[in-house]
């Protein structure tokens, strides 16, 4: 199957990516938003091809994520509208964008967003996410926490960025992600190449998830795979990611500085914890459900205009 999908969220590409299908990725002189072409800092296979949009042929199907990539497929194509986010605004009332359309699918990321979104009578779907196994695997020798998150002084609470700096009293707080320069009180790694990324987080003693109003950090679940302890707010769908005994979530951000400081205190008991999200994780986001669940999805959407 030829798929029509642009370059947006790295990592949930990354996944998406690993099927078995021919992807056809927009690509421009100037590779900006509308244009990106290939990662750079993600591992994508060769089954993803960089080409000019106007030059794109054969499509079985396009892979949308925002609504000004609509105009831009080509007609008589399916089309699959992926919906990363939270709603924003006049929560619990939001109505989508593309709310009320018969001419396409949104599939939610999780079922919080399927919820929360009023999608008024356009077909709805949820394909939870999946991640590649990562290589490397949690140690957890440096006693400092972890977080990841991009453009967090921009998104500000939203991405709880106001928090870092309480955590910093139990021990050093590093932040991993795009656009996290600017940050004081924490140390920074700006855009990390995903694997050096990965190693790095599996050498602390714990993850911290402070995100306000986000869908679900795909970087929370990347954690949990490695068998990193996580400790995060309980908000949006990281109740249902992470169990009781996978990790702590609260929305008492005292309980959470008090579990950070234990988790330093006794390694053993975080080494526990994360063994556990590990397994949880692996079983719900595992790549391999994903990607069947795409298939048949894709399957479903596009069986109807061969």
Known sequence: MNILIWHVHGSWTTSFVQGKHRYLVPVN?????????????FDWPS?????????????????????????????????????HNTPKGDVPNTRH??????DVLIVHVTDFNDLFW??????????????????????????????????PVRRGRVTGTDLFGRF???????????????????????DPPQH??????????????????????????????MGMPVLGLATTEAVAAVPPGAGILSTRVDTLIEA???????PD???????????????RYGLDRFLADWDRLLEEETCGSR
Do not use: K
Not at 213 to 220: A, E, F, M, R
């Open 196 to 225: 050096e990324m990965h190693r790095e987080l599996a050498r602390r003693r714990a993850y911290l998830h402070l995100c306000r109003w986000t869908s679900l950090g795909l970087s929370l679940i990347e954690a949990m795979r």
């Open 47 to 83: 089954s993803v091809e960089e080409t000019r949009l106007d030059l794109i042929g054969d499509v079985d199907v396009a892979i949308a994520q925002r609504p000004g990539e609509l105009d831009l497929i080509p007609p008589h194509v399916p089309v699959i509208y992926v919906e």
């Open 260 to 266: 950070a400081q234990w988790l330093i205190d006794e």
């Open 269 to 283: 008991e975080a080494a526990r914890l994360g063994e556990r999200a590990r397994q949880v994780s692996a079983v």
């Open 118 to 151: 009023d999608c008024g009578d356009t077909r709805t779907a949820v394909v939870e996410h999946g991640v590649p196994e990562p290589a490397a695997r949690w140690t957890g020798e440096q006693e400092r926490l972890a977080i990841v998150t991009n453009e």
């Open 97 to 102: 964008p593309l709310a009320d359309r018969d």
């Open 29 to 41: 002189d100037s590779r900006d938003e509308w244009g990106r072409g290939r990662a750079r800092t």
């Open 168 to 190: 910093t009293g139990v021990a050093p707080v590093d932040v991993f992600g795009m656009g996290v320069t600017g940050l004081a009180g924490v140390t920074v790694h700006d």
